[in-house]
C-alpha cells in the first residue's frame, strides 16, 4: 500500500514501518530542530533523542487524538519533552563555568558594540515609517520594556489610545518593510 497524507496515520496504528518512514520524511526535519533547539548545549546526543521521539510516536500511536491535536503538534510535544528529559537526564555532564573565571577580551567588547550600533540602525529604520509621538511609544514598550501604565501615566494618554497607535504603527512597519524587500 503507497502511504500518502490521507492515510499514514492508519498505516501507524497498524505499525506499518513505511508509515513511519513517511513520518521521517515528511516530520524529520521539524522533530531535529525541536531537539536541538533544546539540546543545543549537548549536540551528540540529539540524534540519541531523535530516535528516542520516533520510538515514541511508534509505541504511543494509540494515544493520539485527531479530535485533540494536530499530528504535527502531537509529534512536536513528544519531541519537546522528550528534549527537556534528555537535558535533565545529562545535566551532570554539561561543564560548569565559574563566572569570576571568565574574561572579556577587547574583540568581545567591539563586537558588542557593532551589534548594538547594527541594532540600533536596524530599529531606527524600523521606526522610521513613523511620527514622532508613536515612535517614542513604540521606543517605550519595545525597547525600554516599560508597563502600559508607566507609559499612560508619562504620556497622559489613555491605555485603548495607546493600543490603538501601536496597531496602527505595526501594520505601518510592516507595510514599510514589505515596501522595502519588494524594492
Known amino acids: 500500500m503507497k502511504i500518502r497524507e490521507n492515510n499514514y496515520i492508519e498505516e501507524l496504528y497498524l505499525h506499518n ?3 513511519l518512514i513517511y513520518v521521517i520524511d515528511n516530520y524529520g526535519g521539524l522533530l531535529k530542530s525541536i531537539i536541538s533547539k533544546h539540546l543545543f ?16 510516536i511508534w509505541e504511543n500511536i494509540s494515544s493520539f487524538d485527531k479530535n485533540k491535536n494536530s499530528f504535527k503538534n502531537w509529534i512536536a510535544a513528544i ?9 535533565r537526564k545529562y545535566q551532570k555532564e554539561l561543564p560548569q563555568v565559574d563566572i569570576d573565571d571568565v ?5 568581545d567588547v567591539m563586537l558588542e558594540h557593532l551589534l548594538d550600533r ?9 521606526l522610521s515609517c513613523l511620527n514622532e509621538k508613536d515612535r517614542c511609544l513604540f521606543w517605550k514598550i519595545y ?3 516599560k508597563t502600559m501604565d508607566e507609559v499612560c501615566q508619562e504620556s497622559g494618554m489613555k491605555k485603548s489610545v495607546i493600543y490603538n497607535r501601536l496597531s496602527r504603527g505595526k501594520q505601518r ?3 514599510h518593510c514589505l515596501n522595502e524587500k519588494e524594492a
Open 103 to 107: 574574561s572579556i577580551s577587547k574583540e
Open 41 to 56: 548545549a549537548i549536540p551528540d546526543k540529539t540524534e540519541e533523542c531523535l530516535n528516542d521521539v520516533l520510538l515514541s
Open 118 to 126: 547594527e541594532i540600533s540602525e536596524e530599529m531606527e529604520f524600523l
Open 143 to 145: 525597547v525600554e520594556e
Open 173 to 175: 512597519i510592516r507595510k
Open 17 to 19: 514501518e513505511k508509515a
Open 79 to 87: 519531541a519537546r519533552y522528550q528534549a527537556i528529559d534528555y537535558l
